[in-house]
Structures are given as C-alpha cells and as structure tokens.
C-alpha cells in the first residue's frame, strides 16, 4: 500500500499533489509504510498520523520545513526519511519518537542539532551528509547505539574526543569535508570497521594498523603525502593502495553499504545515491 501510494501520486500534476495525498490516506497501509517522497509536498498530512502502528516513513525529496506536533502520535516508527527537503532546524517532534532506529536527514539545510536528540537511544543510523555543519554537534556522541554515521558533504574541520564513547559504531563516512588532518579520534576507536574521508585536505596518514576491527579505509582526492599503513586484510581506495588499477570509491563504498545491510536486516537502501567521483 505504501509503494501504491507514491505511484499514484507520481501520475498527479503537481498542482494538485498535495491535495491528493492529503485526502487519499484514509487506511492504515497493510506493509506499516507511508511512502511520501518526491511528491512535492509543502505541508506534512496530518491524518498520517491516524496511523498509530506506522513503522516507516518516508518524505524524502520534497518542500518540507517543518513538521505538526501530531507526528508525535507516531510512537512506532523505526525508520523516518527527512533527507532532500528544506529543514533549517530538526523539528523538536522529531526527538519524541524514540523507536527510531534509522533516520535520514541529509540534503537539507541543518547548522546543528537539537540537544533532545539524545533521547532517540535506540538510533542505529543517522545520515546528516549535504547540511551546513561545520562541526559534529555533541549530541551525536550521547547516541550510544550508533552503528553508522554518514556525515560527508559538510564543512567539518574536526571531530569532538567524545565520539571515541560511540563504541557501536563500526562505519563513519566524512568525505567531502574540510578535513586537514586525519581525525585523532578516530585512532582510538579500533571497533571502527569503515572509515571514509575521501575528497578532504589532509596532507599526512598517521597509521592505522593498531584498528583491529579495519576493513576498509577511503582516503582518496587527498593531497596526501603517504598512504595510510593499515593491519593485513584491510583494504586501502587512494593514491599508493595496492590494488591496480585503483578501485572506484563509489564502488567500495556501495561494497560496504551492502555489507551494513546484510547485518541490519529492517535496514532499508539507502535514499541519495552517492555523488559522482571525480579527481
């Protein structure tokens, strides 16, 4: 029923969608999803919220900036896809909706988040790549089960010390950040299975062969002066890795996006495709 629901839209003229989806959600969707992306929307439908068993959400690629507090009622849902809208500030309802475990915000327009977002403790997933950070707020490192954190396509310059109490989180993604050196914190998280700071100014690679946990590290469109040393079995994508040709970052990181999904099985694919990479 969700994925009807967004198929019908896509054939509405664009003038007409929101009407259209405000008054076609009248049934609790069998599958516990709302697919709502790219349908243009200005205004969430409240009556989404009538759906008190709604498990997922997506809203993806739309005119979103704000949220009613109604979403609230939704205290079952896992997973709620933000990401491609206009939030300049993540909506405070958000922060009640302490079932989430997946939540997408990327594409948007965030310069921080709210300090309430501490209390979604079961978060496993938080994309907040393409915003307008210029550094990871605190609130991120009280999220104690975080697997993955996507942070890429901001204007990070360093991350906090307290990132190393994350001790779940086995996949970091920060390229396309502003990066001069390679974050000291994360030398001291050896539960790290993927690190990705691609397309960042760092100049030199400390080693990482102490990071037991290492399977993949990205450090490609750096003007570095060495490549990383990394422990046996660990695969390197950049300048003086060993594989030749050199692998596509976009594949590599496809690689380990399949990888985290088949360990997370309500893990759905991801919403924004990768950017193209050019040197």
């Not at 629901?5 to 516990?32: H, T, W």
């Not at 979403?71 to 922060?95: E, R, T």
């Not at 009280?142 to 010390?161: F, I």
Request: glycine share 4%; hydrophobic share 40%; net charge neutral.
């Amino acid at each position: 029923m969700g994925n009807t629901i967004k198929a019908l839209a896509a054939f509405i003229p664009a003038e007409r969608c929101q009407n259209f989806v405000v008054g076609d959600l009248q049934e609790m969707p069998l599958d516990k999803m709302v697919d709502l992306s790219g349908n243009q929307l200005r205004r969430f439908p409240v009556n989404v919220c009538s759906f008190q068993e709604l498990v997922k959400l997506y809203l993806s690629d739309n005119h979103l900036s704000s949220l009613p507090l109604e979403l609230g009622q939704l205290q079952n849902l896992q997973i709620l896809a933000l990401d491609f809208n206009n939030f300049k500030a993540l909506p405070q309802v958000v922060c009640t909706l302490k079932q989430l475990c997946i939540l997408y915000l990327g594409n948007n327009k965030l310069c921080d988040l709210p300090n309430e977002l501490s209390l979604l403790q079961n978060l496993r997933t938080l994309w907040v790549e393409a915003n307008c950070l210029t550094q990871l707020p605190d609130v991120v490192c009280e999220l104690s089960l975080l697997k993955t954190l996507h942070a890429g396509s901001n204007a990070l310059r360093l991350l906090p010390g307290q990132l190393r109490r994350l001790r779940e989180l086995r996949t970091i993604w920060l390229s396309g950040n502003l990066l001069d050196d390679f974050p000291p914190v994360l030398l001291h998280m050896p539960f790290l299975e993927v690190i990705d700071v691609d397309r960042n100014s760092i100049r030199y690679f400390p080693s990482l062969a102490h990071l037991s946990s290492l399977k993949l590290i990205i450090y490609d469109h750096n003007p570095c002066r060495n490549a990383p040393k990394v422990a046996k079995g660990v695969r390197r994508v950049g300048r003086w890795a060993e594989e030749t040709p050199e692998p596509d970052p976009r594949k590599a990181r496809r690689y380990a996006l399949v990888t985290e999904e088949s360990q997370e099985a309500q893990a759905p694919a991801p919403p924004p495709l990768l950017p193209p990479a050019n040197s």
